[in-house]
């Protein structure tokens, strides 16, 4: 049975294996670049990192977790089965998981609103979103309703593109570690400044078809191969694929 998407859905993990990895995969980091204990409290990092240090840890944080085998690790959690329900068995996964560090009054951590399609993403894929510190308020995302999404795209069609996107608090997503977030990132989404106590970790990573459509142009930074990998492939994708391949020599 198919799920039906609006929105976002929040699932939480079957088990906290994938996601306890991701957190000491990141404290592993932090502990070896910025010399802080390995018990840290994640959302008190802000304590131990000030604002002109963050893009440095976030970098080796990125850097350190690409190197891990991550995208056969989250294909062995609840999250694959539920991707899978929403997209079809066959699946490209981004090349990078993505890192975000939203410390509290750090401007330069804002998002302002967008569509990831406005900037070449295919609109048929899902963002997996992963938190590592609990999420609430203003550290956490904004997820707009789908009628927002729908009248910013209809203004295209007049000519008349409404860019004066207003954030609204009301739309933040509240989840916990040990949850997940799954949306489409096509629809309306951003980050307003963190004025809580604790700072936001999250994970995120899109994913898609192996059959779904790029957008007509597509920048040489989105394309299929230099931008995802295959993820899986079901025995039904491999026979096709070798058939097509045979018949197109």
Same mark, same amino acid.
């Given at each position: ?5 609006? /929105? ?12 306890? /990895? ?27 990192? !000030?604002?002109?240090?963050?893009? #440095?840890?976030?970098? =080796? ?9 991550? %995208?056969?690790?989250?294909? $062995?959690?609840?999250?694959?089965? &539920? @991707? ?14 993505? *890192? %975000?560090?939203?410390?509290?009054? =750090?401007? $330069? ?7 990831? %399609? ?8 899902? &963002?997996?979103?992963?938190?590592? $510190? ?9 997820? +707009? ?8 795209? =209809? ?5 008349? @593109? ?7 608090? =009301?739309?933040?997503? &509240? ?23 604790? $700072? #936001?970790?999250?994970? !995120? ?16 930074? #989105? %394309? ?17 694929? #070798?058939? +097509?391949?045979? *018949?197109?020599?």
């Amino acid at each position: 049975m198919h799920q039906s998407l609006t /929105t976002s859905l929040v699932y939480r993990f079957d088990n906290l294996n994938c996601v306890d /990895t991701f957190k000491n995969w990141f404290i592993q980091s932090i502990t070896n670049s910025m010399k802080l204990n390995s018990s840290i409290d994640l959302s008190l990092l802000h304590e131990f990192v !000030n604002v002109s240090q963050v893009n #440095r840890c976030r970098i =080796d944080a990125f850097n350190f977790i690409n190197g891990k085998s991550w %995208s056969q690790m989250l294909k $062995t959690s609840s999250a694959f089965k &539920n @991707i899978q329900l929403l997209l079809g068995p066959d699946l490209a996964i981004q090349r990078k998981i993505n *890192l %975000s560090i939203h410390m509290p009054n =750090d401007k $330069t951590a804002v998002l302002p609103i967008h569509s990831d %399609s406005d900037s070449g993403d295919t609109p048929f894929q899902l &963002n997996l979103w992963i938190p590592l $510190t609990d999420c609430r308020g203003s550290n956490s995302m904004q997820i +707009y309703p789908l009628e927002e999404t729908y009248k910013y795209y =209809d203004s295209f069609a007049s000519g008349h @593109i409404n860019k004066n996107l207003q954030y609204n608090q =009301d739309y933040s997503i &509240n989840i916990d570690y040990g949850s997940y977030l799954l949306f489409p990132p096509c629809i309306l989404h951003g980050n307003v400044e963190n004025t809580s106590p604790y $700072t #936001r970790i999250s994970l !995120n990573v899109r994913i898609r078809s192996l059959l779904s459509p790029d957008l007509p142009e597509v920048p040489p930074d #989105r %394309s299929f191969l230099s931008y995802y990998q295959p993820w899986f492939k079901s025995s039904l994708y491999q026979l096709s694929e #070798r058939v +097509y391949r045979a *018949l197109s020599v």
